[in-house]
């Protein structure tokens, strides 16, 4: 098999409660993620998927195990991640730094030191591949919640990131909202991106995913195929199994 994009093994991580003691986020997590699939992870809250995001990104440090990106450990190769690798956060309102839709796209390409003809082509073929072309000009902050999860994905786009995680992508969104998030994921997996999402919403997305990972407590409880995972769920893990509601996993998405 070709070599994972990420190689997990053994990571942990705990946090400090002030009081000497200390509590597990993530425990002896081991988990290979591949180029081009669609990777669900799902878990209830406070089950770690925030901190392994962060960690995958490094953007947090963990406490034990190791981390390989492309065979190379993590912390050796981050400029090379940085510009692989994009984050969508649940609050989109904080990655926003530009003035206007466009300027918020091209401050990554920017910052990565494309020459200004270069920025100004990248900015348009994200605008124009995020459906945002018509609102170039305008305050990001006005835009409603799934265009500034697009506008999200419009600049990591334009950096030319080949692997998207977003976390909680369906949060405090309406349904025309969901309905943007999930056309852009349908959109990045027939390109042939890396997408890992992060949600408990598995009604909204499943059929999209090319694996499913259940973590609790930040423990990997379940890795694999979405259908055979549900089959070994237990209820202790807080996910809902939505094959309940909707039929089978092909059933269940809100597009």
Not at 88 to 101: R, S
Not at 137 to 147: C, Y
């Amino acid at each position: 098999m070709p070599m994972p994009l990420f190689s997990i093994s053994n990571l942990t991580k705990t946090f400090s409660t002030g009081d000497e003691t200390t509590i597990p986020a993530l425990s002896g997590i081991n988990l290979a993620i591949h180029s081009g699939e669609c990777l669900l992870i799902s878990g209830a809250n406070g089950s770690g998927k925030t901190v392994l995001m962060l960690i995958l990104a490094g953007l947090m440090d963990a406490d034990g195990g190791e981390v390989l990106f492309r065979g190379q450990p993590l912390n050796t190769v981050l400029p090379e991640l940085r510009r692989h690798l994009g984050l969508v956060f649940q609050d989109a309102d904080a990655q926003i730094v530009g003035e206007t839709v466009a300027e918020d796209i091209a401050f990554g390409p920017k910052n990565l030191g494309f020459a200004k003809a270069a920025v100004a082509e990248r900015v348009q073929e994200a605008l124009t591949a995020l459906g945002l072309a018509d609102k170039r000009d305008r305050p990001p902050r006005n835009l409603s919640g799934g265009e500034k999860r697009r506008l999200a994905v419009a600049g990591i786009l334009a950096m030319g990131c080949e692997t998207i995680i977003m976390d909680e992508p369906f949060a405090n969104l309406d349904w025309p909202g969901v309905v943007q998030v999930l056309e852009i994921v349908r959109q990045l997996k027939q390109e042939g991106k890396t997408v890992i999402l992060l949600t408990h919403e598995l009604e909204k997305v499943l059929a999209f995913a090319d694996r499913l990972v259940i973590l609790d407590r930040g423990i990997v409880r379940e890795d694999g195929k979405p259908a055979e995972v549900l089959d070994r769920l237990k209820d202790e893990y807080g996910v809902r199994d939505p094959r309940k509601s909707y039929g089978t996993v092909e059933d269940c998405t809100w597009l």
